[in-house]
């Protein structure tokens, strides 16, 4: 895709996670399909660019169908903006030599920080199938990541404040890896605590930040929050807040995450004028609520578009008001 062009070769240090002070707000794209998308995210993303994102994160194809397209999206963020981008992986289906060969591409591409899945399994697939891959958990991605990067980079060497030429030996530079945490349960769980513990082992394995799945009530997020510091999990917890636009995407997400119908948001966007707006408000509540209960951020699903992003955020207070739209 030329759209994404690079612009500017120059590299960027991982910038950690921001933590305490203001509630920070970060978006999530997914690679375009086709040259209209790609030119379509060009124009969102210099908007989404401009609000100053802690970080913008890249899906992955399942299977790795987005490879290519997902790089030339983190290359553009990578070289011709500001923000830190950060690359969703999946690992099903690989073994572990394709597993970090893929690693290694993206760390070639300078990217430093990402979002560890293992992904889905193909329909009707069954732990312990051949096919599924050598890393049976996201965990085990977040141990390989870690691994890859120390062995490319295994060690720096920094100046010596006050011993010109000097240089001491530290180690190499770390990355930035996230998860997902699924408030209500993945479907694949037999038990809330089933996933809480999937979560503790993937900060167990170092991941530094989790990412939830998308639900409707503030409750359901700040209730499994509350459950998985009691659990001992000490990561941040960013919720993931999608703005729902109409009914049809409405249907969609929930099939394709598995969460439960929302009632009361379906019935509000069938019988709207501009469902749009409905949505944005739903999103805005939510936001509100998950802020005023003590998340310290808001990671929104974009599908790649910026109008409903940005308005949630200006209501919630979050953008700059040179930012916020009227
Ligand atoms: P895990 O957390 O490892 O497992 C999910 C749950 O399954 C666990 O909580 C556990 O309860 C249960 N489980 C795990 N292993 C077993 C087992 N052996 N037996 C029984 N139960 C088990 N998908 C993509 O393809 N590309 C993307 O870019 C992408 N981005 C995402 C971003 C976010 C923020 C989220 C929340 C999801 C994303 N997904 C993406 C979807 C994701 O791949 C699926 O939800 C997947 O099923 C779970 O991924 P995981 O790596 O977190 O799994």
């Known amino acids: 895709m030329t759209v994404f062009g690079i612009e500017d070769e120059s ?28 030119e379509a995210l060009h124009r969102s993303l ?53 597993a970090s060969q893929l690693i ?25 199938d051949a096919f599924l891959g050598d890393l049976g958990s996201a965990g085990e991605l977040v141990q390989l990541i870690h691994r890859v990067q120390a062995e490319r980079e295994p060690f720096v060497q920094l100046p010596v404040p006050g011993f010109p030429g000097a240089r001491r030996i530290a180690g190499g530079q770390k990355v930035t890896i996230a998860v997902a945490a699924f408030p209500n349960g993945h479907p694949r769980s ?48 960013l919720p993931g807040v999608m703005p729902v636009l109409s009914v049809a995407q409405l249907h969609r997400i929930v099939e394709l995450s598995g ?17 749009a707006a409905v949505g944005i408000a739903h999103a805005t509540r939510l936001a509100d609520r998950l802020l005023a209960g003590g998340a310290s951020g808001i990671h929104l699903y974009t599908f790649n578009r910026h109008e409903a992003p940005l308005a949630v955020l200006g209501a919630v207070g979050l953008l700059d008001s040179a930012r916020t739209p009227a």
């Open 46 to 98: 210099a908007q989404l660019v401009a609000a100053s994102p802690e970080f913008i994160s890249v899906t992955y194809g399942a299977n790795g169908s987005s490879r290519g397209v997902s790089l030339d999206v983190l290359r553009h963020l990578l070289h011709s903006t500001a923000v830190q981008p950060m690359a969703h992986l999946t690992c099903v289906g690989s073994s572990y030599a394709e």
């Open 190 to 237: 037999r038990s809330i605590e089933q996933d809480l513990d999937t979560l503790l082992a993937k900060e167990a394995a170092g991941a530094d930040l989790a990412i939830s799945q998308l639900f409707f009530e503030a409750d359901d997020f700040l209730g499994f929050v509350d459950r998985a510091r009691t659990a001992g999990v000490t990561m941040r917890i």
């Open 259 to 275: 969460e439960t119908l929302p009632v009361q948001l379906l019935h509000d966007l069938e019988s709207a004028d501009d469902p």
């Open 104 to 128: 290694r591409e993206f760390l070639d591409a300078g990217v430093t920080s990402f979002l560890a899945l293992r992904g889905d399994p193909p329909a009707g697939a069954r732990e312990g």
């Open 11 to 38: 590299p960027r240090p991982v910038a950690p996670p921001q933590a305490g002070g203001r509630p920070t707000f970060s978006f999530e794209l997914y690679p375009p399909r086709n040259e209209a998308a790609a």
